[in-house]
């Protein structure tokens, strides 16, 4: 009697050790599926932070492109008026001397102008390809989610069994 109730003591204390190794494994799985968690949510919101500023970047360069428009525009006006004061003042010579070097400020700005607008453009598709990424990023957070309240289903079933 006493041999039976030891045998089925160590089968009982081989079980409970069983079980122990199976929720150590399983918790071991679900700490690493937490990790996998935060860190898609960090991404997330990094990535959601990224397209924040690449859209503050946007405006303050569209701000820059009208300024520097503006100024264009400004200075255009300017150098005709110039241009005109300069046609009576000078010679012939040194009116063309004057109008080559406006003309080459001119198109400085005008290739400035340009690649503002360049600029914007690629900071443009980067905010789309940002915010498509976050997209994804929020799908697999959802995904994840859903894979925690499945392991923590089987968490509470195994500790049931306990």
Do not use: Y
Request: proline share 0%.
């Amino acid at each position: 009697l006493v041999d039976e109730v030891n045998a089925r003591t160590e089968q009982r204390e081989r079980e409970f050790r069983a079980l122990e190794d199976e929720l150590r494994r399983a918790l071991g799985h679900r700490e690493q599926e937490l990790h996998h968690h935060r860190d898609a949510h960090h991404v997330a919101l990094q990535h959601e932070t990224d397209a924040h500023m690449q859209r503050i970047t946007v405006s303050r360069l569209q701000q820059q492109l009208d300024q520097v428009s503006f100024e264009l525009t400004t200075e255009r006006q300017r150098h005709s008026m110039e241009l005109a004061e300069e046609r009576e003042k000078f010679k012939e010579s040194n009116m063309r001397k004057q109008q080559v070097a406006l003309r080459r400020q001119l198109s400085a700005k005008e290739e400035q102008l340009a690649n503002l607008k360049r600029a914007v453009e690629e900071l443009k598709e980067k905010v789309v390809r940002l915010t498509v990424d976050r997209e994804k990023d929020e799908r697999e957070c959802d995904h994840a989610r859903q894979s925690e309240t499945e392991m923590r289903k089987r968490v509470s079933g195994q500790e049931e069994r306990l």
